[in-house]
């Protein structure tokens, strides 16, 4: 059972948009920066979004990040059928265990 | 560019040892942190800690204490981790990530990450 909770899967059409939730608590998302993986199948997770809202050099403005309290989304924008991936969020903790955690994952699926 | 390249697929025992390599290439090895996080079949990411290649400092998660182990040989720009006394549901692809810190109140990303490598754990 992950630490941070998303929901198992989100689909859309090509051209829409969707956005996939991240919750958590005060020792986690709501006290540390948050960062999102896209993972293609059969691939290495990849950084899309750090520092709650930042996108790395060469990820398109389609993918976006915000944080309020407790939670963090993603959003994408212009949906392609190589987005197809699961995604994961990420952040640190700051409990008695102390370190990084994720999320669960969410599968996307562009219909 | 910069780039992890890990070692290649592992197949082991029940009470064994492995021990993956992490080759970094692109980017001054000693400023970033390495962090271990791994990805059992069908699973999500469990991240494992981090070593400093500087200083050779280490932060094992709580759950991986006492039977994990990461060192580094900055000479060779690789960094290694090791995990003992092997079961079956330690059968996962391991990671290694480059990274800040990380902490309550910095900066937590991984960025790039190795390619994985597949241990399975199998009598």
């Known amino acids: 059972q992950s630490v941070l909770t998303q929901p198992p899967s989100v689909s859309a059409a090509p051209g829409q948009k969707v956005t996939i939730s991240c919750s958590g608590s005060?020792?986690?998302?709501?006290?540390?920066?948050v960062s999102w993986y896209q993972q293609l199948p059969g691939t290495a997770p990849k950084l899309l979004i750090y520092d709650n809202n930042k996108r790395p050099s060469g990820i398109p403005d389609r993918f976006s990040g915000s944080k309020s309290g407790t939670s963090a989304t993603l959003g994408i924008t212009g949906l392609q059928t190589g987005d197809e991936a699961d995604y994961y969020c990420g952040t640190w903790d700051s409990s008695l265990s102390a370190g990084g955690v994720f999320g669960g994952g969410t599968k996307l699926t562009v219909l | 560019q910069v780039q992890l390249v890990q070692s290649g697929a592992e197949v082991k025992k029940p009470g064994a040892s492995v021990k993956v390599s992490c080759k970094a290439s692109?980017?001054?090895?000693?400023?970033?942190?390495m962090h271990w996080v791994r990805q059992a079949p069908g699973q999500g990411l469990e991240w494992m800690g981090w070593i400093n290649p500087n200083s050779g400092g280490t932060n094992y998660a709580q759950k991986f204490q006492g039977w994990v182990t990461m060192t580094r040989d900055t000479s060779i720009s690789t960094a290694y981790m090791e995990l003992s006394r092997l079961r079956s549901d330690d059968t996962a692809v391991y990671y290694c990530a480059r990274g800040p810190k990380g902490g309550s109140g910095y900066s937590n990303w991984f960025d790039p990450w190795g390619q994985g490598t597949l241990v399975t754990v199998s009598s």
């Open positions: 692109g980017y001054t090895f000693t400023g970033y942190y």
């Open positions: 005060s020792s986690n998302i709501g006290n540390n920066y």
